[in-house]
């Protein structure tokens, strides 16, 4: 028997291994085995079973079978196909972001000496000789004991001399939990042996009240299987030391029982009855049924505090009764605490959530429960989780639920795969045979239009929960209030007036401001020098509650220092501004108000979010300051004013999607005020009043931008009507960054002409000592997006046959944001 595994390696195709005699019958598609790769052991998923011997080729065997169920199921491996597919990238990215790196097990090369008469050097003397002293040690616990990190040379000259030998071994990263239980010893097997452990303990008043204490928590005890009682809530609730528990232990009146237990916290809570839907609410429900009649999928488009979640609740629990699973996919963590709090509101533990912020060993618990192994509570039918939820190992999918699904949190940067979850979702639901259901106040210009040629469904909510009015938005100009001298800071007279009302009123306050930090950089009055990142091409952002200047493209950071580092002058001016500076300046104006900052800098851990929001809700907060992170999905009765500080940052890129995304930002923050009783007010503050978007955002009016942007995307060969390929090619030397992308844009222009741009480089041209260079390719809707996809690898392959470009890195960005 053959098998071919899928190695966690970006590797052009899989690898084949034999199956021993022994392990035939443990072996299964999907399943977790070990194999050896250049005398390393790691390892891979079994992708194929068959009998036919490969020829001419020689194959290794495979190692062991490390799970006896397959990790992964066979609609997994047709998603993951067709990621790998679409995406153009390996099977084996795919599988190291699919899989928590809990499931992926670990090898360790380990150093051992050997029985060798060798002349040695110095240097081999001393590894040796720490090596001998351990026994064995890896190369990790080398370096360190040692304290050179150069000794790699050494050590390959020793194996060659036959002085060491090295051995490997595979682990698991994932470390089960286990929780201590306390019982009655095995040796009290009836009344009379426990009768005469009391007697014993006559004169042991601490260790009988103990023992009195446990039996007063069963009625009937039962000596076969007595009782069990964490160790923790027992010393806790009888006030008894450890000391007085270990003695009974010892006298075998108790004895301990580990149990392997889940990290998650579970909450038993009643359950609550779905509320009741509005007629809106319900027309909307019943129109999304009746197009998943005819549409796999539909587009939800509600204004802001609609309800849409309650209509999501309804449609998950139809699902549940068909005896289903639901995915509801989130774009940020930051949606998911108040989202899961309403969803176990209504349907309990069958709720779980999967997320980043989460431990690997609590990523690997929720997988498990998934799978259906090791269900510590029970099992989920319900998923709410960021992006990387769509490949946990689902079986039984009815329904998929995409909100805020213009959201770009959804696109994967950086590392291969750089898919899009909400276009997965689609094709996840298709491999299923399930639905899909997006939903948004400001829908993708590409959502829409699919949704209004009738590729989607199309479902409107109109009116908010309530028949609440949307909050009533206004312009102010920046450049008139500064000529007027009415500028305090970066605040309009009109928003300070506005939030000194709300503040007088007891409401809560919203401030929008899409950086973080408190200055984007620091200048030199005297020569014009700005201190810049040493390994990217970006000005250090200036933090105050640090005191550093830190980069938000690898993390490099530096403390404040007070005079150039070019010229020695002392005056250095703090340009521009963030969310920290508009903290400063707001506790200035309001020393009474509580004020607070919502953005990724202060949300380092998923407890921060979670108390952040709970001290909003709780309105321990008069004044939140955020980025986008604010402007996502959050939910709050008591905010009455949104302070947009600068919209015409979000207007000014050179991005054809940046009005696009300007709206969705502005119209979602927006929607954070007035979702109750109480008409809302936002505030815009801009150069441009008469901006056409701006405008837009006033009036929400999404049809009108939906309608001019979709002309100039049309005009200009953008998406919906044109597919976008975006070939970022990157390389320490620049030199050869521009050779390779130049010679790789001349081979795509042999099948793609007129539609290959560049390469260009990038506005941050230089991350993590990367030069970076990109090529966009647009194809019509009518060519092969396969064949091009071909042509398009074999340009790439053709390339790095070239010795200088061996190390020319090339990501391939389908579909880019």
């Known amino acids: ?71 992964v199921n066979r609609l997994q ?73 150069t000794i790699i040379s050494a050590l390959k000259t020793m194996l060659a001399k036959k002085i060491i030998y090295v051995e490997e071994d595979i682990k698991s990263k994932y470390k089960p939990k286990f929780k201590t239980f306390i019982k009655l010893s095995q040796t009290i097997k009836n009344e009379d042996d426990l009768n005469t452990k009391l007697n014993y303990l006559k004169k042991a008043k601490a260790q009988e009240k103990l023992l009195i204490y446990y039996l007063s928590l069963s009625e009937n005890i039962d000596f076969a299987n007595p009782l069990k009682i964490p160790k923790t809530l027992l010393l806790s609730a009888s006030k008894t030391s450890l000391h007085v528990l270990n003695a009974c232990i010892e006298k075998q009146i108790f004895e301990t029982e580990n149990v392997e237990t ?13 509320h009741k839907l509005t007629v809106a609410q319900q027309n909307a429900f019943d129109e999304i049924n009746k197009n998943f009649e005819i549409k796999n999928t539909v587009l939800l488009h509600g204004v802001t505090s609609s309800g849409k979640t309650e209509i999501y609740i309804k449609l998950i629990e139809f699902q549940l009764q068909q005896g289903k699973q639901v995915l509801f996919l989130l774009p940020e963590i930051a949606i998911t605490q108040q989202l899961l709090t309403r969803l176990k509101k209504v349907f309990g533990s069958k709720v779980g959530i999967y997320h980043s912020k989460y431990g690997e060993n609590e990523r690997v618990e929720v997988y498990n ?32 639920i995409v909100d805020e699904e213009h959201d770009t949190s959804y696109k994967q940067h950086d590392i291969a795969p750089l898919y899009n979850a909400r276009d997965a979702a689609i094709m996840l639901a298709q491999i299923h045979g399930a639905k899909t259901l997006l939903g948004s106040a400001t829908p993708s210009i590409e959502s829409f239009y699919n949704a209004k040629r009738g590729k989607y469904g199309l479902v409107k909510l109109a009116e908010r929960f309530g028949k609440v009015q949307l909050p009533k938005a206004e312009t102010v100009n920046i450049l008139r209030a500064y000529v007027k001298n009415q500028m305090n800071g970066h605040f309009t007279k009109q928003l300070l007036d506005a939030m000194y009302v709300a503040l007088k009123n007891k409401e809560q306050i919203i401030l929008f401001q899409n950086r973080r930090g408190f200055a984007p950089y ?46 020695g002058s002392e005056k250095l001016n703090k340009k521009g501004f963030g969310t920290e500076k508009i903290e400063d300046e707001v506790k200035i104006i309001f020393p009474e108000a509580n004020v607070a900052i919502f953005d990724a800098d202060s949300m380092q851990t998923r407890n921060a979010y979670v108390k952040m929001i709970r001290a909003f809700e709780n309105h321990e907060i008069d004044i939140l300051i955020g980025t ?64 056409k978007t701006i405008r837009n955002i006033v009036d929400n009016n999404y049809e009108n931008l939906f309608a001019r942007q979709i002309v100039e995307r049309k005009d200009f060969c953008y998406p919906p009507f044109f597919r976008l390929i975006n070939i970022i090619v990157k390389h320490k030397n620049i030199d050869i960054l521009n050779q390779a992308a130049n010679k790789l ?23 993590r000592n990367e030069f970076i260079s990109n090529i966009l390719l647009k194809m019509q809707k009518t060519n092969s997006l396969m064949q091009i996809k071909k042509l398009l690898q074999q340009c790439i392959l053709h390339l790095q046959t070239e010795q200088k470009f061996k190390q020319v890195v090339i990501q391939i960005d389908v579909d880019p944001l």
């Open 1 to 71: 028997m053959y098998v071919d595994v899928i190695l966690p390696l970006a590797l052009s195709d899989v690898l084949t291994y034999s199956v021993p005699d022994e392990l035939i019958e443990d072996i299964d598609v999907g399943c977790s085995v070990v194999v050896y790769v250049k005398n390393k052991m790691l390892s891979a998923i079994v992708q194929k079973i068959y009998e036919d011997q490969p020829k001419p080729f020689i194959v290794k065997p495979i190692v062991s079978v490390t799970d006896k169920k397959p990790t």
């Open 77 to 149: 491996l047709d998603f993951w196909n067709w990621i790998a597919e679409y995406y153009m990238c390996a099977l084996g990215e795919v599988m190291n972001s699919a899989l928590p790196s809990g499931l992926k097990l670990q090898s360790n090369t380990h150093f051992f000496i050997a029985d060798c008469n060798c002349d040695v050097t110095e240097r081999e003397a001393e590894l040796y000789s720490i090596i001998e002293q351990n026994r064995k040690i890896t190369l990790q616990q080398l370096i360190k004991k040692s304290g050179r990190k």
């Open 262 to 274: 889940s990290r998650i916290e579970t909450e038993n809570a009643e359950t609550q009855d779905l």
């Open 369 to 400: 429960n998934v799978l259906g192994i090791k269900t510590y509570q029970h099992e989920y039918s319900i998923i709410a989780g960021v992006r990387s939820s769509l490949f946990l190992p689902f079986s039984n999918l009815g329904l998929i």
């Open 522 to 567: 620091l200048q030199c009055e005297n020569c014009g020098e700005i201190p810049y990142c040493r390994t990217c091409n970006v000005s250090l952002t200036y933090h105050k509650n640090t005191n550093e200047l830190r980069c938000h493209y690898c993390g490099y950071s530096i403390n404040l220092y007070q005079t150039c580092k070019n010229c």
């Open 628 to 691: 986008q992170m604010i402007s996502k999905g959050l939910d709050f009765d008591n905010v009455s004013l949104v302070g947009i500080l600068n919209a015409d940052s979000m207007l000014n890129f050179s991005d054809f999607r940046a009005h696009e995304r300007a709206f969705q930002l502005m119209t979602q923050v927006g929607g954070r005020a007035g979702r109750r009783e109480k008409t809302g007010r936002v505030i815009i503050q801009t150069y441009n009043p008469d901006d």
């Open 745 to 767: 844009a001349d081979y795509m222009r042999t099948f793609s002409g007129e539609y290959v741009f560049g390469p260009e480089f990038p506005a941050i041209n230089k991350i």
